[in-house]
């Protein structure tokens, strides 16, 4: 066999790459002529390139490193994991110790009586359980009509089948026959773009209330739930106002349908609380969980699921599940994951330290003449990009030419930082740094003052009519 190594020249790597590799949401003959970045090693928050470059990761990978990169210790808890017992499965009257382990210990740090889990190998493949079980669920209340579940416009849920219908991605919907049958969607609670003359607060209740426009639409009695992130991700990192919660609760609650906080990027710390839905008072039926929960080192999700909702299905065979699911190499690692977090007291530093510092540093930069506004809670922020100050305008450009332009800017800066559209996001790993703080903002701004500076030049900083 031939051996492939990091200490290929990175051409031969790249060459390699175009020829075999097929990569997820990306024009691969376009990346081909490119040839992607290589990266080849990491520790705490620094990636380091083939051509031996150090990057700063203002994305904790896709949102999901939170302890950092390099950790010794859960390496070490793989290897014991893989020694003593790598694979075996959960499906015919058998357990093992990492899943028991890991359910109890996420269910301790669950908020409510979310007590139970079911274990995936993603987001996505945690949410196809979603679909299916909350279905399972009304129909073993003896309610099968209830089978609607409303996601939003622009929310993200996975890319399979039922994660990319769940989720209101449009550009996905346009592949592949989505959405799936029975799931609709309603608008999101982006104020900066679509809230016009309204104040955020009105906006949210607004936004909020397009629930309870469809549930009464459809029939209360046909709807088995609302899924949303506490804050969209994927979607640019959009915060909602602050009524927007509230009354999605009010009205999750009047009509008996059930909540699925999709918790996988705001899960195990990134909002500055063990989970998003305790930054936001929500109380979910189930959560969805992956990403944080290993802090990337290996891939694992799962459904965090109410006392009521468990008991229900618990009567009737589930006819789902993963030969991964519980996967013991996957849970050991996420509990020393959990660990970390804990004895760390990561959850604090983020709140008490990492979050207040980027705050105000984060926030500073809608001084600079490309923003035009800038959002954080916890450790994920964003920022629009502007090409008027003060209106809320949109580019003349296509959508997504100034934030690209930006994000090329960074790349080329050696900083992290995706667009989605014209908005700039981060989401760096917890245990940034006051330091590394201001690296990561020196080069964003160095990267915005280069991109405002292309765009200008190239005649691109002219508002949409
Ligand atoms: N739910 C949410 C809220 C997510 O952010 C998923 C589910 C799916 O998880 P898996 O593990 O199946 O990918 C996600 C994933 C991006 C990006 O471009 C975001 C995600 C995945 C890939 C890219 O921001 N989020």
């Known amino acids: 066999m031939r051996q492939i190594t990091n200490h290929m020249p990175t051409a031969e790597l790249r060459a390699l790459d175009a020829a075999h590799h097929m990569h997820p949401f990306t024009t691969n003959d376009a990346l081909a002529k490119k040839g992607a970045r290589i990266i080849t090693r990491a520790k705490g928050v620094w990636l380091t390139d083939s051509e031996g470059e150090t990057i700063l990761d203002g994305m904790?990978?896709?949102?999901?490193?939170?302890?950092?990169?390099g950790r010794e210790e859960i390496a070490e808890a793989a290897a014991r994991q893989i020694r003593e017992l790598p694979y075996y499965n959960t499906f015919f009257q058998t357990s093992h110790v990492p899943a028991i382990a890991l359910a109890a210990r996420i269910a301790e740090l669950a908020p409510g009586d979310l007590n139970h889990v079911f274990f995936a190998c993603s987001g996505s493949e945690a949410n196809d359980t979603n679909i299916r079980l909350v279905r399972h669920y009304w129909a073993l209340?003896?309610?099968?009509?209830?089978?609607?579940?409303?996601?939003?416009?622009?929310?993200?849920?996975?890319?399979?089948?039922?994660?990319?219908?769940?989720?209101?991605?449009?550009?996905?919907?346009?592949?592949?026959?989505?959405p799936i049958p029975g799931i609709v969607?309603?608008?999101?609670?982006?104020?900066?773009?679509e809230g016009g003359d309204m104040t955020p607060e009105d906006f949210g209740l607004m936004r909020a209330r397009a629930l309870e426009e469809k549930i009464l639409e459809?029939?209360?009695?046909?709807?088995?739930?609302?899924?949303?992130?506490?804050?969209?991700?994927?979607?640019?990192?959009?915060?909602?106002?602050?009524?927007?919660?509230?009354?999605?609760?009010?009205?999750?609650?009047?009509?008996?349908?059930?909540?699925?906080?999709?918790?996988?990027?705001?899960?195990?710390g990134r909002t500055g609380n063990w989970f998003g839905s305790q930054t936001f008072g929500i109380r979910p039926h189930i959560m969805t969980i992956a990403k944080g929960l290993s802090s990337g080192y290996a891939p694992i999700g799962g459904s965090v699921v109410c006392d009521e909702v468990a008991a229900t299905i618990a009567q009737d065979e589930f006819n789902h599940g993963y030969t991964y699911s519980g996967h013991p190499v996957a849970a050991a690692i996420a509990l020393e994951n959990l660990r970390i977090l804990e004895d760390e007291r990561v959850i604090e530093h983020v709140r008490d330290v990492a979050h207040p510092y980027l705050a105000e540093r984060w926030h500073a930069l809608a001084d600079h003449p490309l923003v035009g506004e800038t959002k954080l809670v916890g450790l994920m922020g964003s920022l629009a990009l502007t090409p008027q100050k003060g209106s809320r305008a949109r580019f003349a450009a296509e959508a997504g030419t100034a934030g690209y332009i930006t994000r090329e800017r960074c790349f080329a800066n050696n900083v992290i930082m995706r667009h989605v559209y014209d908005r700039m996001i981060?989401?760096?790993?917890?245990?940034?740094?006051?330091?590394?703080?201001?690296?990561?903002?020196?080069?964003?701004?160095?990267?915005?003052?280069?991109?405002?500076?292309?765009?200008?030049?190239?005649?691109l900083l002219q508002k949409a009519v």
């Open 60 to 69: 904790a990978g896709l949102w999901c490193v939170n302890v950092g990169y």
């Open 426 to 459: 981060i989401s760096p790993p917890l245990v940034i740094t006051p330091g590394e703080i201001d690296i990561l903002i020196e080069r964003a701004t160095k990267a915005l003052d280069e991109a405002y500076g292309k765009l200008k030049a190239e005649g």
């Open 141 to 178: 209340k003896g309610q099968p009509d209830r089978s609607i579940i409303i996601g939003r416009k622009n929310g993200y849920h996975g890319s399979t089948m039922g994660g990319a219908s769940l989720g209101g991605m449009v550009s996905m919907h346009e592949q592949g026959g989505l």
């Open 185 to 193: 969607h309603i608008d999101q609670p982006h104020w900066y773009l």
């Open 218 to 268: 459809l029939g209360a009695d046909r709807v088995a739930a609302f899924i949303a992130e506490p804050v969209q991700g994927a979607g640019g990192v959009i915060i909602p106002p602050a009524t927007y919660w509230p009354e999605i609760q009010r009205i999750v609650d009047k009509y008996g349908i059930l909540l699925i906080a999709d918790e996988v990027i705001t899960g195990f």
